[in-house]
């Protein structure tokens, strides 16, 4: 067995060696908050699963897409609306736990730095959706190997400071809450509804972010005046 010590420093030794670590100074710095990050991120990830009775069991999943693994669904996760209309959903799941004892799955999602906040409603006005359309995206690939339950879900960020979340599996009220959610969403969509979502925190990731030159919150003003 090889130790998470000895694969993180092959990996951070690689890093280095490919010029892409920076100054020295600076990426020792990184290197050291990297090498604790490992080491804590292991031993909670060990602990929780202990405590909940998981073991990891697909990684970067499939679903809905012709590249699932051999021996699974190529099914895409589908949600009935209720109004006549079905929602189809196709993606890739970063983690799938299993709980033998059960049959029950866990989604982990990871993110760079911020989780998304779920708030009062569980879904963040829609925008807090992912893990039970994952969950419905695993339990439509895993269809052939077994019927699983849902033991809710899990954001993981890769910032030492951002604490993991835990979500529920769903229940009668919060499922009827997602629906409505989606219903909107789709509604939406279908009328040409497309809200402007921006500002300097919605653009962070944007890679042409320069070309505002920091003033996205001042142009989305001009454009509501």
């Known amino acids: ?24 100074l600076t990426w020792q710095i990184e290197r050291e908050q990297l090498e ?12 929780w699963q202990h405590e909940r009775g998981f073991r990891p069991a697909h990684f970067e ?3 809905g897409r012709d590249d699932v693994p051999a021996g699974l669904s190529k099914e895409p996760a589908r949600v009935d609306l209720g109004n006549g209309q079905t929602l ?24 760079g730095r ?9 879904f963040g006005l ?22 699983f339950s849902s033991a809710g879900g899990r954001y993981i960020s890769y910032a030492t400071d951002v604490a993991p979340l835990d979500v529920r599996p769903l229940d009668e009220e919060s499922n009827a809450r997602l629906l409505d959610q989606l219903r909107t969403i789709a509604e939406g969509i279908h009328a040409g509804l ?12 944007c890679p042409y972010d320069r070309v505002c030159m ?8 001009l454009k509501r005046g």
């Open 61 to 63: 999943l499939p679903f």
């Open 88 to 111: 189809q959903f196709r993606g890739v799941i970063d983690r799938v736990d299993i709980r033998d004892a059960d049959q029950a799955i866990c989604i982990i999602d990871y993110k």
């Open 36 to 47: 604790q990050f490992f080491r804590d991120f292991i031993a909670n990830e060990i602990a």
């Open 194 to 205: 497309f809200v402007q979502y921006t500002g300097q925190d919605a653009c962070k990731f």
């Open 1 to 24: 067995c090889i130790s998470h010590p000895y694969i993180s420093e092959l990996d951070l030794k690689e890093f280095e060696e490919s010029g892409a670590a920076g100054p020295e």
């Open 214 to 221: 920091g003033l996205q919150d001042t142009m989305v003003d």
């Open 126 to 147: 829609g925008k807090a959706v992912q893990l039970p359309i994952y969950f419905l995206g695993a339990q439509a690939a895993l269809r052939p190997v077994g019927q």
């Open 114 to 122: 911020q989780i998304p906040r779920p708030g009062k409603d569980g």
